[in-house]
């Protein structure tokens, strides 16, 4: 796999892996852990240098294990995590960027991750508590100490991007983005173009919609985020059946998967971006990665860039409690 660099100086593979999946949010979690050991070493084995993971994706257990299976080739990777939440009790019970947690996070996270830096820390969300500067400051600290390589920012609105950037460097903002989530091209992905700022793809997949796994029948449990949110509402999904009909075609024509299209649209809006799909299974970790020997044309692109204006989309990307914690 080639490589990308987000903010002209963290070299990372062209395309990441979301390793939350591996801890939460997708239905029951996995019971081997040696089993998802051996699917993020063989992440590398496939390309793969770029892993995220969070403190809050567990709580704690998904450092853990990024940690545990990355040490014996930590010098080959770049593993990103993130900072701003208040967890108690193994709950996140809300938002905070404070400078002294800001730092009590990374003590500990360094600890799971079994390393001596942090490549890339992301404040996970914005805390309108805790002035952007301030947050910035101290990941500036870090960085100094040696204890971060890079600051980085998720879900944030472009003029809070500017802000921070201007009192530490961002080196990569993190939010939803895909064929059909496209609400960072209005403001934020101009505002990082212009200040040569990298951007990282969540949910590139939509959450695995867009792959074609996902079906007016399907059902998802109560540990499986998608059961809250309203896009995934059975309604929803038929009526968006045909983008990824539409996807699908494309797909069979290019002789690749309907989520390789996906990914490959991606990695054709700017080389500044590097997606991070997530999955707990090595297939689908080669099939992610070979998407970069996707080639589309000029009508192609074009094509794909209309679909959702011209078939809409149906359903929010997140329920209103969480669509209030972006965009800030």
């Known amino acids: 796999m080639h490589t990308r660099t987000l903010g002209g100086s963290l070299e990372v593979s062209a395309i990441g892996l979301g390793c939350m999946g591996m801890s939460q949010s997708y239905g029951p979690n996995p019971g081997d852990r040696a089993e998802m050991v051996r699917v993020l070493r063989t992440a590398l084995d496939s390309g793969v240098t770029f892993f995220d993971t969070a403190e809050v994706y567990g709580p704690y257990a998904n450092e853990d294990l990024v940690g545990e299976a990355l040490e014996p080739v930590r010098d080959q990777v770049v593993i990103a995590t993130k900072f701003g939440w208040q967890i108690e009790s193994g709950k996140s019970i809300g938002l905070n960027s404070r400078p002294e947690q800001i730092r009590r996070v990374a003590e500990e996270s360094l600890k799971r991750l079994r390393t001596d830096v942090i490549d890339l820390f992301y404040q996970h ?113 038929i009526a968006n059946r045909a ?79 969480h669509l209030a914690l972006v965009g800030r």
């Open 125 to 237: 969300r914005v805390d309108p508590s805790v002035p952007i500067e301030d947050v910035a400051g101290t990941v500036g600290e870090l960085v100094q100490e040696g204890k971060v390589r890079h600051f980085g920012l998720s879900e944030a609105s472009a003029a809070t991007i500017r802000r921070a950037h201007t009192a530490f460097p961002v080196t990569a903002v993190q939010s939803e983005y895909s064929l059909w989530t496209r609400d960072p091209e209005p403001e934020v992905l101009p505002t990082l173009w212009e200040l040569g700022i990298g951007f990282v793809p969540f949910s590139p997949l939509g959450k695995g919609f867009l792959t074609g796994t996902v079906g007016a029948t399907t059902t998802f449990g109560g540990a499986d985020i998608r059961s809250s949110i309203p896009r995934f509402q059975q309604q929803n999904r």
């Open 243 to 321: 983008l990824v009909e539409a996807i699908a075609e494309l797909a069979r024509s290019k002789e690749s998967t309907p989520g390789q299209i996906a990914l490959a649209w991606l990695l054709a809006q700017n080389p500044g971006i590097v997606p991070i799909p997530g999955t707990r299974r090595s297939p689908r970790i080669e099939e992610n990665s070979s998407s970069t020997t996707v080639a589309l044309s000029a009508d192609n692109l074009h094509d794909l860039d209309s679909l959702a204006k011209r078939l809409g989309v149906a359903g929010d990307r997140y329920n209103p409690q």
